[in-house]
């Protein structure tokens, strides 16, 4: 897969799949700009950005000529899937992601606004179920979305060994 040939990708995936970390990645191999979601969702003390507003900001973000997006947000991840060239799913396994959530808890990350800080509370336990169930709600979302537009590139990946050995061959191809 010439990777150079598409302009506009979304990673989507679990929390903890390595979705972002994904995306930077090909975004310094594609020098696609890179968007995550989450920065321009989260308002300080993990504020919700109302929906007409994000609805906006989601539609400002697609119809730009080139980026990457790493984040799903249901509401509005059909506007993402109609424009995207590509649509890459990190389909990890969900003790992964939960185990990744938990290494990650508490530390700054460039996909989260600065100016957030993560608590062991009740809100976060809510997001560890919410990463165990995801096979049920936020899965079936990005595979229906692959079947209302069965035409456009679609790659899952299954493990991070899978997602390494891709992004090390996408460095080679456009070296």
């Known amino acids: ?13 679990n929390s903890g799949s390595g979705k972002s970390f ?9 020098g696609l700009p890179l968007i995550h979601l989450d920065v321009e969702y989260w308002r300080p003390n ?3 950005t109302p ?20 984040g799903n947000y249901n509401s509005t991840i059909e506007l993402r ?16 992601c939960l185990i990744s959530a938990l290494k990650r808890h508490g530390t700054k990350r460039t996909d989260l606004p600065q100016y957030l800080e993560e608590k062991f509370d009740f809100e976060f336990i809510k997001f560890c179920n919410w990463i165990w169930s995801f ?12 079947k209302k537009y069965p035409d456009k590139p679609f790659l899952i990946l299954k493990n991070r060994r899978k997602l390494q050995k891709i992004l090390v061959g996408w460095r080679n191809e456009t070296k």
Do not use: C, P
């Open 135 to 146: 096979s049920k709600t936020g899965r079936k979302t990005i595979m229906e979305m692959h």
């Open 46 to 48: 993990w504020e919700k």
């Open 22 to 30: 994904f995306a930077k990645e090909l975004s310094t191999i594609t």
């Open 1 to 13: 897969m010439d990777i150079t040939r598409y302009n506009r990708i979304i990673i989507v995936g």
């Open 51 to 70: 929906k007409e507003e994000w609805l906006k900001k989601q539609i400002d973000i697609v119809s730009k000529d080139k980026w990457i997006i790493d």
């Open 81 to 96: 899937y109609k424009v995207a060239d590509l649509i890459i799913f990190l389909d990890i396994n969900r003790f992964t």
